[in-house]
């Protein structure tokens, strides 16, 4: 009887042990869906909420390496690492990972610029002539990069995208909504200076798994089946809900 309880025990508390942990590349500037903490221990934001809960649905932890973004995208696609994100679908890296069929989610692409601008409703066929910053390493849409009219300006960071707007070095810049709004409402020097005027796309995330890892087919399809399961058992939706309101993106005030 003893030696039975003490197999039960060994069974019971080696069981974390056995499971399986993939290291996964997370964009390390690009608050608040994927950013390095504070305290540069991890990363933080929705997407590795969500990529964490995907995982952990089917038995398999997660570790982050948190990257910038053109690195995260080389080192998968030299197979150093599994998988990366937030990475979106385009002409030119369609053919070079692997690819989920559920998104991650969806953000929209913005065109900002300085709040005195009578512009309104924007697409990129309004941008033609005109001096547009874009951030190095990032990937945008064919529409955009494709138009050899834009005349295109990079920059290291959205947040230096703003202070070329603030300063008049361009006429617009292109940020995923949520992150250039939310830049915005924190620094005084932008709030009420500078506005979205248009739309460029909306764009959808996923994480972007490599054809040269030995997992990257078979993580592929482990974190379908999680992003499957979180979606029916209500789990992405509380994500989710949390998130926007951590953020301030809904009123959760009563009418």
């Known amino acids: 009887m003893r ?21 996964i590349n997370a964009e390390d500037d690009w608050a608040p869906f994927s950013s390095l903490r504070a305290d540069k221990r991890g990363v933080e934001g929705l ?65 900002f610029a300085l709040s005195e601008s009578k512009d309104k409703n924007l697409t990129v066929k309004n941008l033609e002539g005109k001096t547009v910053s874009l951030t190095h390493g990032y990937s945008y849409p064919n529409i955009l990069m494709d138009n050899k009219k834009i005349i295109k300006d990079e920059s290291p960071f959205d947040d230096t995208q703003l202070k070329k707007i603030l300063l008049k070095r361009v006429q617009y810049g292109v940020i995923n ?17 500078i506005k979205i005027v248009g739309l460029v796309e909306t764009s959808v995330f996923y994480l972007n798994f490599s054809k040269t890892h030995k997992d990257g087919q078979r993580m592929a399809d482990i974190f379908e089946k999680g992003m499957q399961e979180i979606k029916s058992n209500g789990i992405y939706n509380k994500i989710e809900q949390d998130f926007k309101i951590k953020h301030g993106l809904i009123n959760t005030q009563p009418k």
């Not at 590795?48 to 998968?76: D, K, M, W, Y």
């Open 177 to 193: 909504t949520t992150p250039g709004t939310l830049m915005i409402n924190a620094n005084r020097n932008y709030k009420g200076k």
């Open 3 to 23: 030696l039975l309880t003490f197999c039960i025990v060994i069974t019971v508390f080696s069981a974390p042990l056995l499971a399986e942990t993939v290291l």
């Open 47 to 111: 997407s590795p909420t969500l990529v964490s809960a995907a995982f952990n649905s089917q038995g398999i932890n997660v570790q982050f390496n948190a990257v910038p973004f053109a690195r995260c995208l080389l080192e998968v696609e030299r197979g150093k690492v599994v998988a990366c994100f937030d990475t979106s679908i385009t002409e030119d890296n369609k053919n070079k990972f692997i690819w989920h069929k559920t998104p991650l989610f969806e953000e929209g692409l913005s065109i």
